[in-house]
């Protein structure tokens, strides 16, 4: 069994504050994926760069405080990517990547457009680029597992307040058909919606700090697990972890019937 987790952290210093580090290591997961880091390496700590028994890898935003993604590992890749090749992305700290000989596991951290028209055109500018490389790992030799917060709530089902979103960055016509076009053109699958196709509420992974969305369960469900069709055939079982709070986020674990 593959045990693999997706967590959006808000800051890896918060979370770890809030009991996130014993909670990860008592998961004995194979894969745990970080977004949202907003750390340098200078700000880590030995025990945030690799949870016993792992060995941490990470891509680090080039401003401080700022977005970052990361990798725990039990398993030893045979390389490592960082990043995408596009400079004003990989400035960013958007993608890491660890290639395996039947596997790849990528924690991916899309940009958000809530902020302004200005970041809504870079994260336009993201998906265009994503989308072609998207494609090309489709048609790799292996297996590809993509986890992360792709900061998109892809259909009405995945929000609670579809309606009143209809023109706000994330659940824009444009967003939700880019979406639907790397599943349904590149074949892709989200696996959550595999296992749970007509969940509703408890598939939700984060919450707005405004209004108290989250004691009202007002949520969105952006943070995914997206694979190729043969791994994600395997998928036995989801969970959304929300007993404890270290994020605006909860962590997406699954687990699949799938050896390295």
């Given at each position: 069994m593959l045990r693999v987790i997706s967590a959006n952290l808000n800051g890896i210093r918060s979370a770890t504050s809030k009991g996130f580090l014993p909670w990860a290591e008592a998961q004995n997961a194979d894969f745990i994926c970080l977004q949202e880091l907003k750390a340098q390496e200078a700000n880590m700590t030995p025990e945030m760069l690799a949870l016993p028994g792992t060995r941490g890898y990470f891509?680090?935003?080039?401003?401080?405080g700022y977005s970052g993604v990361g990798i725990y590992a039990r398993h030893e890749p045979k390389d490592v990517v960082i990043g995408l090749g596009v400079p004003e992305i990989d400035a960013e700290g958007r993608y890491i990547e660890?290639?395996?000989?039947?596997?790849?596991?990528?924690?991916?951290?899309?940009?958000?457009?809530?902020?302004?028209?200005?970041?809504?055109?870079?994260?336009?500018?993201?998906?265009?680029?994503?989308?072609?490389?998207?494609?090309?790992?489709?048609?790799?030799?292996?297996q590809v597992l993509?986890?992360?917060?792709?900061?998109?709530?892809?259909?009405?089902?995945?929000?609670?307040?579809?309606?009143?979103?209809?023109?706000?960055?994330?659940?824009?016509?444009?967003?939700?058909?880019?979406?639907?076009?790397?599943?349904?053109?590149?074949?892709?699958?989200?696996?959550?919606?595999?296992?749970?196709?007509?969940?509703?509420?408890?598939?939700?992974?984060?919450?707005?700090?405004?209004?108290?969305a989250r004691a009202k369960n007002v949520g969105w469900r952006i943070d995914y697990q997206i694979a190729t069709p043969e791994i994600a055939a395997t998928a036995k079982e989801a969970y959304i972890y929300k007993e404890q709070w270290f994020s605006d986020h909860a962590p997406l674990t699954i687990d699949y019937d799938w050896t390295l």
């Open positions: 891509h680090y935003a080039e401003k401080k660890l290639v395996y000989d039947k596997l790849a596991v990528i924690s991916v951290y899309l940009p958000s457009g809530s902020s302004g028209e200005h970041r809504q055109t870079a994260k336009f500018g993201f998906m265009e680029h994503f989308f072609g490389h998207l494609h090309d790992l489709s048609r790799r030799d292996c993509l986890c992360g917060d792709w900061n998109i709530a892809h259909k009405e089902i995945d929000l609670k307040n579809w309606k009143g979103n209809l023109k706000n960055s994330g659940f824009l016509p444009e967003e939700r058909a880019w979406l639907t076009r790397v599943f349904d053109e590149l074949g892709w699958v989200d696996v959550y919606r595999h296992l749970y196709p007509d969940a509703t509420g408890d598939a939700y992974t984060w919450w707005s700090n405004r209004g108290q």
